[in-house]
């Protein structure tokens, strides 16, 4: 039974919140802005309150699944992997919602969430990480949503060499599962951001 929290993670990961925002506001932000389903487009759009708003859902919506899962491994007899599989359903809930034929956001704030979750020490250093890069990237582009798709790439690149860094054995038979999972959510951020990569090469304004 543990293991239904797994679909319903992704369907929780699923809930557009950009979307609703812009429902609310008599928008589809699939239309606007970048069209991306995520808390830069709904900012972009809607304004700075939004962008709180749904990047707080979207980070709640990776991280109490988590908890939930983890509080079942350690008191409930769970596997060890849950908490790891549930995250991993969120985020791709968020990135491939089945709402919208499977096209979501980015995963930035859904994965912070879950990152949170597993490994408060690394979610904490990776978004300093994304402070300093957004900063900078701010500082040369002038307006805050253009910095956020650079800031999440840099952030997201370091995230998985930061728990390498801090914890031991990595590779281990336990810690492998772990370390794969952070591996792999680097690279879908990085590739979910490839149009911010592009753009920025080209000396244009990216979309996030």
Known sequence: MNWLLVPAAYLLGSVSFAWLAGRAKGIDLRQHGSGNLGA???GRVLG????IAVFIADLLKGLIPVMIA???AAHHGASGSLPIAVGAAAIIGHVFTCFFAFKGGKAVATSL???TALLLDVAAISLGIWILAW???YLLLRKPSEAVGPASVIAAAAMPFIYLARYP???SLLAIPLTLFLFLLSVLVVIKHRSNIAKLMRRRDPLG
């Open 169 to 171: 054995d990595p590779w």
């Open 135 to 137: 900063t900078v990237f």
């Open 113 to 115: 969430g879950v990152l």
């Open 70 to 72: 983890k509080h079942l």
């Open 40 to 42: 830069t487009n709904a």
């Open 48 to 51: 700075k309150g939004w962008f």
